[in-house]
């Protein structure tokens, strides 16, 4: 199984209830994750950062080429390391190179839905239709990729969207950064159902890092089925819709008076 899929499914499990008498164990402490969005060479500085910030990286694809590791860069082992593939990028045998993801477009390469090994993450815009987010999330994808690009994160529009493609998709929502959030805004994101976000590792990391200690720094509500919605990671969950209610004619509208025989 794929360790970022496997990151996930902790986020929404809840600790297993134990027999009569027994201790109950604390639950382990669910934060938002933090993946580093890597491109080109990284400095000695932003490793040492990426190692200690990231929960995952994403290597991106160089203008259309495979995607391959840098070659001054050694793999983190501890965190889950995937491709991100931007469009029009070939999609490569992995070699020996442990590709635990791939992030896409709905452009992408349609192989990536069939690898059982290897968690499909999808990229999505702000606005795209509810029947195309429950097509998307029916093929297979593990979770959805929201770019903040047209995002208003700073007023409730953006938890709106946010929380509309939740629950549209039933999948986890991974939130691709174009600027700095704060603690407060985390945690409301969070309550929206965001499960990650996605920030580029570029200079000494400084964004990176500011991201990782505002994830820190956010409070952390339980999560509950109202406040999450239902979640299915490695297959989607189909949402019934309720048929739509008809009318009940009340008694005797219908009961035409009868003429008076005695006339």
């Given at each position: 199984?794929?360790?970022?899929?496997?990151?996930?499914?902790?986020?929404?499990?809840?600790?297993?209830?134990?027999?009569?008498?027994?201790?109950?164990?604390?639950?382990?402490?669910?934060r938002m994750l933090v993946i580093a969005r890597?491109?080109?060479?990284?400095?000695?500085?932003?490793v040492t950062v990426i190692s200690s910030s990231a929960d995952a990286l994403a290597l991106v694809s160089p203008g259309g080429l495979p995607v391959e590791a840098p070659?001054?860069?050694?793999?983190?082992?501890?965190?889950?390391?995937?491709?991100?593939?931007?469009?029009?990028?070939?999609?490569?045998?992995?070699?020996?190179?442990?590709?635990?993801?791939?992030?896409?477009?709905?452009?992408?390469?349609?192989?990536?839905?069939?690898?059982?090994?290897?968690?499909?993450?999808?990229?999505?815009?702000?606005?795209?239709?509810?029947?195309r987010l429950r097509a998307i999330a029916d093929l297979g994808a593990d979770a959805v990729v929201l770019s903040s690009e047209d995002l208003e994160l700073g007023r409730i529009l953006g938890a709106v969207e946010c929380r509309r493609v939740r629950l549209t998709s039933g999948k986890p929502v991974l939130l691709q950064m174009t600027s700095a959030l704060t603690p407060l805004?985390?945690?409301?994101?969070?309550?929206?159902?965001?499960?990650?976000?996605?920030?580029?590792?570029a200079g000494e990391g400084e964004v990176l890092a500011q991201a990782r200690a505002a994830v820190e720094k956010a409070s952390y509500d339980m999560r509950n089925g109202g406040a999450s919605g239902p979640v299915s990671i490695g297959a989607h969950l189909a949402q019934t819709e309720?048929?739509?209610?008809?009318?009940?004619?009340?008694?005797?509208?219908?009961d035409e008076e009868e003429p008076d025989e005695d006339e």
């Open positions: 199984m794929s360790k970022l899929v496997d990151l996930l499914q902790k986020l929404h499990k809840s600790p297993a209830p134990l027999g009569f008498g027994l201790a109950q164990t604390a639950p382990a402490l669910k890597l491109s080109g060479e990284p400095g000695e500085r932003l070659a001054s860069f050694a793999l983190p082992t501890a965190i889950p390391t995937g491709m991100w593939l931007d469009a029009g990028s070939p999609l490569v045998s992995r070699g020996d190179t442990a590709w635990d993801f791939v992030a896409c477009g709905p452009d992408g390469p349609m192989d990536v839905l069939a690898w059982k090994d290897m968690a499909c993450l999808i990229r999505v815009a702000s606005g795209m239709e509810g029947s805004q985390v945690a409301v994101l969070w309550k929206a159902g965001v499960d990650g976000i996605i920030v580029d590792a309720e048929a739509p209610v008809e009318e009940r004619e009340e008694e005797g509208d219908d």
